[in-house]
């Protein structure tokens, strides 16, 4: 495998950030505008998809490097690296997007090739249908089932993309208990399946969307994990793919926290001396929020069972920027978030990657059976 110069992908891509910074505002306003960035040409969002090798013939080159942005390590450099542009732009671009990494876990070749050549047809949305209405994204104690007759019968909330994808992935109860959940490549054109946009107030890029399911019909050949034991294609299996995610949605809210530190600094020209120390102390734990995601990837390339480091980089990361960009808008003074509206924008957009692979009190639950887990190695070793 190539070893990737991460300096050079984030300068490679700076560029592309700062021409989603221009445009964030128009998307933010009216999410149709997302057609008109696509069409300018400035996103390369086909080589920045994750395709594996054969189903691109222009994948991204950085100093003359094929980059097929496969690892965590290089999903989380470019969510960063954009995000700093518009985060929301970088969840509601086209193509395989969390739905892929599911596919690269759990399919077989015939259903991953299946997924790949249907996505790599340009302006493909997919969408991950995980978080229901009242449950959020507590895979256990899903609702949506695959009733006796075979087809999918549910409700889900919260669905990126959804109204606009034409494949993805379902997560379903097929029998009670932690064995009982599996996954499904659905495409959106079958009968039953009715999606339709919410209203949000920030990520509106990525068109949060419901989607009802009135007995959709399944084919044998929809099942991902077919080929796998009935433990690795289930829930237990699926932790994989959220472990490989969380990195991701945490150096989103990185490029978020940076973007709100530097457009303070643009706008200000002088601080107070206690200012000067808070913006101090925000870089501080935005250096160590970046490693501990670097680390955290790193770990879920190496070892995605393992979740703990994923979920304290994300729960690390999402923590401040929630408290930089609530702080951002009392530095710029009164009615900041009027005056400022890519500001605002930040503001609203943190909660909706809350939302994302489960909400802080999740990863803090996932760190705590983390050091129980590892107490109780301890425990058995002395």
Do not use: I
Not at 202 to 221: F, I, K, N, S, Y
Not at 333 to 346: C, I, M, N, T
């Amino acid at each position: 495998m190539t070893t990737v110069d991460l300096g050079a992908l984030r300068d490679h891509l700076r560029p592309v950030a700062a021409a989603l910074r221009e445009r964030a505002l128009a998307v933010d306003a009216d999410p149709g505008a997302l057609h008109a960035l696509l069409d300018s040409g400035v996103l390369p969002y086909r080589q920045l998809g994750g395709f594996p090798p054969g189903y691109l013939d222009d994948p991204l080159r950085v100093r003359g490097v094929p980059v097929l942005v496969r690892t965590c390590v290089e999903r989380a450099v470019v969510a960063e690296t954009l995000a700093w542009g518009d985060a929301s732009v970088v969840v509601g671009a086209p193509g395989p997007s969390m739905s892929g990494v599911v596919v690269d876990d759990l399919a077989d070749d015939e259903q991953r090739d299946r997924f790949y050549r249907h996505v790599a047809q340009p302006r493909t949305w997919t969408f991950f249908g995980l978080t229901e209405p009242d449950r959020g994204s507590d895979a256990a104690a899903l609702e949506t089932a695959v009733v006796a007759e075979g087809v999918l019968r549910g409700h889900k909330k919260y669905v990126g993309n959804v109204a606009r994808a034409s494949l993805g992935v379902v997560f379903a109860r097929h029998r009670p208990g932690p064995l009982g959940v599996g996954v499904y490549l659905v495409d959106t054109a079958r009968p039953g399946f009715d999606a339709a946009p919410l209203v949000t107030t920030g990520m509106r890029a990525v068109q949060l969307g419901e989607v009802r399911l009135r007995d959709v019909p399944l084919r044998p050949e929809d099942t991902l994990g077919r080929h796998l034991s009935p433990s690795r294609r289930g829930l237990l299996g699926a932790v994989r793919t959220f472990n490989r995610l969380r990195p991701v949605v945490a150096a989103l809210a990185v490029g978020v926290t940076q973007a709100a530190l530097d457009y303070v600094r643009a706008e200000r020209s002088s601080f107070r001396a206690d200012e000067r120390r808070l913006l101090e102390t925000f870089d501080d734990r935005l250096h160590a929020a970046r490693a501990l995601v670097l680390q955290a990837a790193r770990g879920a390339d190496a070892d995605p069972a393992d979740g703990t480091l994923p979920a304290a980089a994300k729960a690390t990361a999402l923590d401040l920027a929630d408290e930089v960009t609530r702080t951002v808008p009392a530095l710029l003074g009164p009615g900041a978030r009027w005056e400022h509206p890519y500001v605002d924008k930040l503001v609203r957009d943190v909660p909706g990657l809350e939302m994302m692979e489960g909400t802080r009190t999740v990863q803090r639950l996932t760190l705590a059976q983390g050091w129980l887990q590892g107490r109780a190695r301890h425990a058995e070793l002395v």
